[in-house]
């Protein structure tokens, strides 16, 4: 099972950058999929999860009318669209899929992340 988080960079604030994570090993269409992030010295956050059709999103608050999420089940592939970034935002973003009978305080698998970096 492999989730490879990419697209992470460093941009001003008020860019935008889209991540996107390649699942391989699992049946990805099955699974809900999530974004996650971990700001230096701070605790793992929610930025946001797709249902494993892509019908249904949700959003931190914090993050709602900023950042996208949607999937391609055809790549296996689900992004992140970011605009309007903060240099609040500067986090590790890492990506995770869970199926229905587990949760996301406990997803089944989690990627590896990719760095955004967002000066002010």
């Known amino acids: 099972v492999q989730l490879q988080a990419s697209g992470g960079g460093l941009v001003q604030a008020g860019g935008s950058l889209r991540l996107s994570c390649a699942a391989s090993?699992?049946?990805?269409?099955?699974?809900?999929m999530g974004w996650f992030r971990r700001a230096s010295g701070k605790e793992r956050e929610f930025v946001a999860t797709?249902?494993?059709?892509?019908?249904?999103?949700y959003y931190s608050d914090s993050m709602k009318g900023r950042f996208t999420v949607s999937r391609d089940n055809a790549k296996n592939t689900v992004y992140l669209q970011m605009n309007s970034l903060k240099p609040e935002d500067t986090a590790l973003y890492y990506c995770?899929?869970?199926?229905?009978?587990?949760?996301?305080?406990?997803?089944?698998?989690w990627g590896q992340g990719t760095q955004v970096t967002v000066s002010s």
């Open positions: 090993g699992f049946a990805f269409g099955d699974y809900g």
């Open positions: 797709v249902t494993w059709s892509g019908s249904s999103t």
């Open positions: 995770a899929g869970r199926r229905v009978t587990s949760t996301w305080s406990q997803p089944d698998y």
